[in-house]
């Protein structure tokens, strides 16, 4: 019994000295970091991940960051804060010098902060969990349902839908041998065994599968989507063309602003390896969406609580603590999703997210 009573003392003792609040946790009425001033980054922040899988596509095992973007855009820098967990460091840790991902290139992850709203009113309530959205997974369903719109009624953008293709514009490309892995490049696949190298290294890869396009005559022709180019092949030949991305795939902010008003709301689900800024039920912060979890290809709620993309950047409700009063983002300071709030001068308020774990040290 004394040696019970030993333990619990030490376990509660143990609590209050490494008091503090998570990653991913939302802030309450009473916590101490309620009402402290937060500040704005300058430049900003962007999202991307370290391609530790050698595949040019983001996928599960790629550690995602909230870099800094007044850095070097390609290096994860200093203080650049971890989403998910790599080897024993935590999401919500910063990255030091001595770190394994310092200094590793740092490929743009185009994103959205949403909520999911499983609580209360259809607004952000305090129960409503968090998450990273890959923008372009979300502007691939829009796409596909637009074309699927556009099948089911004749009547709308049939002029849009009008195929632009023409087998003149194909132009003849040896199939990449594969095999050979060359440092820098990437090859992309069609369904027919054709690979196709990619010139234009920095272009994303949207699709992971091609997708077929119907063609008011025969050949079948698949498309794969960049977000700088569209790759199209004809299956069964060595033709291929590839032309500049449509404008929706562009880094543009109105990306449903020609369609429907009632499919905008569709417009964002939660897609594979998508990372949960705040816990729902079992899962917890920093933790990426997989197959057949739970809350996997439900519908977030729009609009965005941040954007982070190439241009129309809008990142300013991710907000820093200057716990050193230094005036300048360093690593004892603590990072917040600002919503609601998120204005100049304004401070943490409840159901803002905590994107670093928060000391519970006494701070400005
Ligand atoms: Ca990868
Ligand atoms: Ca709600
Ligand atoms: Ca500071």
């Known amino acids: 019994m004394r040696v019970f009573l030993f333990a619990t003392l030490i376990l509660i003792l143990s609590q209050a000295i490494s008091s503090g609040y998570d990653f991913g946790t939302k802030v309450m009425a009473n916590d101490i970091d309620m009402g402290k001033p937060l500040f704005d980054l300058p430049g900003g922040w962007t999202i991307g991940f370290w391609d530790t899988t050698g595949t040019h596509r983001?996928?599960?095992?790629?550690?995602?960051?909230?870099h800094q973007a007044r850095c070097r855009n390609s290096m994860i820098a200093a203080?650049?804060?971890?989403?998910?967990?790599?080897?024993?460091?935590?999401p919500g840790s910063k990255v030091t010098f001595e770190d394994i991902d310092m200094n590793k290139p740092l490929t743009p992850l185009p994103a959205t902060i949403n909520y999911l709203n499983l609580y209360g009113s259809s607004a952000y309530d305090l129960d409503d969990p968090v998450y990273l959205h890959q923008y372009y997974c979300g502007a691939n369903n829009i796409d596909a349902?637009?074309?699927?719109n556009a099948d089911e009624s004749s009547h709308k953008r049939h002029d849009e839908k009008a195929d632009p293709l023409r087998i003149e514009d194909f132009e003849i490309r040896l199939p990449h041998g594969g095999?050979?892995?060359?440092?820098?490049?990437r090859c992309i696949e069609f369904s027919d065994g054709y690979q196709l190298l990619v010139s234009d290294i920095s272009d994303i890869i949207i699709d992971s599968v091609p997708s077929r396009i119907s063609m008011c005559r025969e050949p079948k022709v698949e498309v794969i989507h960049g977000i700088k180019a569209n790759y199209y092949h004809i299956l069964g030949t060595w033709l291929v063309k590839i032309a500049p991305a449509k404008k929706d795939y562009q880094f543009s902010n109105e990306v449903d602003r020609d369609y429907d008003s009632n499919l905008a709301p569709m417009t964002a689900f939660i897609c594979t390896n998508d990372i949960r800024l705040s816990r729902i039920g079992n899962l917890s912060p920093g933790t990426k969406v997989v197959d057949l979890d739970l809350d996997q290809s439900k519908i977030l709620a729009i609009p965005d609580l941040a954007r982070?993309?190439?241009?129309?950047?809008?990142?300013?409700?991710i907000r820093f603590m200057d716990k050193n009063g230094n005036g300048e983002f360093d690593y004892p300071d603590d990072v917040y999703l600002n919503y609601p709030s998120g204005r100049t001068g304004d401070g943490v308020v409840v159901n803002n997210v905590r994107l670093t774990l928060v000391n519970a040290s006494p701070g400005p």
């Open 79 to 90: 203080n650049d804060v971890r989403l998910n967990s790599i080897g024993n460091h935590c």
């Open 145 to 148: 349902m637009q074309e699927q």
């Open 179 to 185: 095999g050979i892995s060359v440092p820098g490049v």
């Open 58 to 66: 983001y996928d599960q095992a790629d550690p995602v960051y909230l």
């Open 308 to 317: 982070f993309l190439e241009e129309a950047r809008n990142t300013a409700r």
